[in-house]
DNA sequence: ATGTCGTGCCCAATCGTTTTGGCAAGTGAG
DNA sequence: CTCACTTGCCAAAACGATTGGGCACGACAT
């Protein structure tokens, strides 16, 4: 089991000294190197196969090249992967790598894993929510580069990525507008989180863009699940005249809507046409027809927020200077759930 | 900005030297040390709240404390997120943190990652597929223990950690024949995986074991999405005698199975039950009723592979000594699917 | 011959730990 | 008083890289 090979061995190898290795592979500037040494030295440590020891460089350099990847619970909920592949691809362009930590929301555990991750040097944190919140950064990460992601602080100062809900729900709306809908239900979720607000926001916006007055008795919030969907849709669906088109929080509301409308015998697109939120591919493409949705987009709020602290870590001060809270756009995904309204 | 605090800070503060307070916090066997000076060590590095540097530490113990989590497209689906939780969370348990890394399918990119890994010192590698099947270990991370994640390879002596999909099969089956079922139809997938042969065998033993006799008009495959579940569910439930349950290789494809119950006028579970597998939580509560189903245990094959990887670092031996390859049990997850056969 | 300068390389210190092999002081026996 | 032994601690050498400050040598001018 031969021992991995290191600067030194390279050094000996081309009958220089390990200085000089150094300076070649670096390219450090300044400094004087013949062409045909570092010739020589390029080749020899290509076929020993030359890698540097990230530890003892890190050690020296005060940098890891990693960066801490810490989130309440994201590795269960089912989109969050492309959030961490986003992370991961851009980070992976800079040489960086991540190190992948979930708290189960536990702010015991959480303390002890953030120590680990410091420990371990990390030089910089992303602070990942399961889903879009208002969060306190944990005290312990005062010390490092943090962004948030998918979760924003009250404190400007404090970076992060979030998706534009209120954007969103207007890019949902609009595309049923687009289609000639103007009784437009909206199935709003219950809980107090910027989702709700924002979609609702958007939804508002979206109608008085269009000219049409809301009519309260078209929203209501339920619980965000299929049984959820399933009691909004029959209450929406009874009121006088009938909505032509719905717009669901979630696509999981979705799934109700569909049970409903089947229920009601109420054919979508063609009866009723239904736009969801998420972009949950197992539910868009299993229901039938497939639901036209607006995406979060998880992985560019991912590779962004890597890139948001790239900018942190390159510019001095950490904190007040370029940090920025972003807000990405929700792209529409149409599939076969949107149509014109029925004839009267 | 004050320079994080380290040993030696420690060492000043309590009077005694950098050695000291090594061995102290490390509790070094054989070495003596008076009761007193002990407890002053470990007030003073409590208070100055010294924690070690883990690079310098790794550095002289040529051990990183970190494993390489290698996938292929593991963390873009769905339940893949509690395979890394599972792994994570045992990983911390003994003090290791998780370097994530997705290859997307690429060779040229998986060699440069594992590369990037290998210079970082990892002590391990957990290569994990998104779907159970067979690999080549790449031949970078032979120079490194590395168990298998939902994959296994076709050489014994790589250890690896796999559902038992036989079993599961015949979980499945067995809870049917509980409820009374004999005609019991199988919806299979048609690609040529584990998955598909080992669930079809479970199938098989099931029936067996109940003393039915196989009908193969039962048993018909097809892509595994909704719309290949309501295909095969249209082609099935025209048999005579009409099946009186459906097992469906993915839940996914139990979708299109409630959708042909719906329009064939059948009722679930009155007159169809319904079983699925993967438990992706998603469909199986936004179906009504609840899709019963089989889970894949994500989590626990996590888990095991990280405990594979310590026992494998533990032993002196990388390989042939304590590699095993295991397979772990797939349960089930009652919802309300599944009834007695209606009387006839 | 002496001084000056540029070129091409290397020495040694450093990063923050762990660990080997001590050493000084105390204790008890002879 | 000397010797042997224990106790409690420390100095210094690793680990593998980076880097500031050289040093030796040859060329060229004076």
Same mark, same amino acid.
């Given at each position: 089991?031969?021992?991995?090979?290191?600067?030194?061995?390279?050094? /000996?190898?081309?009958?220089?000294?390990?200085?000089?290795?150094?300076? $070649?592979?670096?390219?450090?500037?300044?400094?004087?190197?013949?062409?045909?040494?570092?010739?020589?030295?390029?080749?020899?440590?290509?076929?020993?196969?030359?890698?540097? %020891?990230?530890?003892?460089?890190?050690?020296?350099?005060?940098?890891?090249?990693?960066?801490?990847? *810490?989130? +309440?619970?994201?590795?269960?909920? &089912?989109?969050?992967?492309?959030?961490?592949? =986003? /992370?991961?691809?851009?980070?992976?362009?800079?040489?960086?790598?991540? #190190?992948?930590? %979930?708290? =189960?929301?536990? &702010? @015991?555990?959480?303390?002890?894993?953030? +120590?680990?991750?410091?420990?371990?040097?990390?030089?910089?944190?992303?602070?990942?929510?399961?889903?879009?919140?208002?969060?306190?950064?944990?005290?312990?990460?005062?010390?490092?580069?943090?962004?948030? #992601?998918?979760?924003?602080?009250?404190?400007?100062?404090?970076?992060?990525?979030?998706?534009?809900? *209120?954007?969103?729900?207007?890019?949902?709306?609009?595309?049923?507008?687009?289609?000639?809908?103007?009784?437009?239900?909206?199935? %709003?979720?219950?809980? +107090? $989180?910027p989702a709700?607000?924002?979609?609702?926001?958007?939804?508002?916006?979206?109608?008085? @863009?269009?000219g049409i007055?809301?009519?309260?008795?078209? !929203?209501?919030?339920?619980?965000?699940?299929? *049984?959820?969907g399933y009691?909004?849709?029959?209450?929406?669906?009874?009121?006088?005249?009938?909505?032509?088109?719905?717009?669901?929080?979630? +696509?999981?509301?979705?799934?109700?809507?569909?049970?409903?409308?089947? @229920?009601?015998?109420?054919?979508?697109?063609?009866?009723?046409?239904?736009?969801?939120?998420? %972009?949950?591919?197992?539910?868009?493409?299993?229901?039938?027809?497939?639901?036209?949705?607006?995406?979060? &987009?998880?992985?560019?709020?991912?590779?962004?927020? *890597? /890139?948001?602290?790239?900018?942190?870590?390159?510019?001095?001060?950490?904190?007040?200077?370029?940090?920025?809270?972003?807000?990405?756009?929700?792209?529409? !995904?149409?599939?076969?759930?949107?149509?014109?309204?029925?004839?009267?």
């Amino acid at each position: 089991m031969g021992r991995r090979i290191g600067i030194k061995d390279v050094a /000996a190898a081309a009958g220089v000294s390990a200085t000089t290795v150094s300076h $070649i592979l670096n390219e450090v500037e300044g400094k004087r190197i013949n062409a045909e040494t570092r010739q020589r030295v390029l080749e020899t440590a290509r076929e020993l196969g030359y890698a540097p %020891n990230g530890l003892a460089r890190g050690l020296r350099l005060k940098r890891s090249n990693t960066i801490g990847f *810490v989130s +309440d619970q994201i590795a269960t909920t &089912p989109h969050a992967g492309r959030i961490i592949l =986003g /992370a991961q691809e851009e980070a992976a362009k800079h040489g960086l790598l991540l #190190l992948m930590l %979930n708290t =189960g929301g536990d &702010p @015991e555990l959480e303390r002890k894993e953030i +120590d680990l991750l410091l420990q371990r040097q990390v030089d910089g944190v992303l602070y990942a929510s399961m889903y879009h919140r208002v969060v306190e950064v944990p005290e312990r990460l005062r010390s490092v580069p943090t962004v948030l #992601l998918d979760a924003r602080s009250d404190d400007p100062g404090v970076p992060s990525v979030v998706p534009d809900e *209120v954007l969103g729900g207007e890019t949902a709306v609009r595309e049923l507008v687009r289609h000639g809908h103007r009784r437009i239900g909206f199935i %709003n979720n219950v809980d +107090d $989180i910027p989702a709700t607000h924002g979609r609702l926001e958007g939804y508002r916006r979206a109608l008085a @863009e269009a000219g049409i007055a809301e009519d309260p008795r078209l !929203v209501v919030a339920e619980t965000t699940d299929a *049984v959820g969907g399933y009691r909004a849709a029959l209450r929406l669906l009874q009121a006088e005249p009938r909505p032509t088109a719905l717009f669901c929080f979630a +696509d999981r509301l979705a799934m109700g809507v569909y049970r409903a409308a089947a @229920e009601l015998g109420l054919s979508i697109p063609a009866d009723l046409s239904v736009i969801g939120f998420d %972009n949950q591919e197992l539910i868009c493409d299993g229901l039938f027809p497939g639901l036209t949705t607006v995406a979060l &987009p998880h992985y560019e709020m991912g590779a962004r927020a *890597v /890139a948001q602290l790239l900018a942190l870590t390159g510019a001095q001060d950490h904190g007040t200077g370029s940090a920025s809270q972003e807000m990405l756009p929700c792209p529409l !995904v149409a599939r076969a759930s949107v149509a014109s309204p029925p004839r009267l």
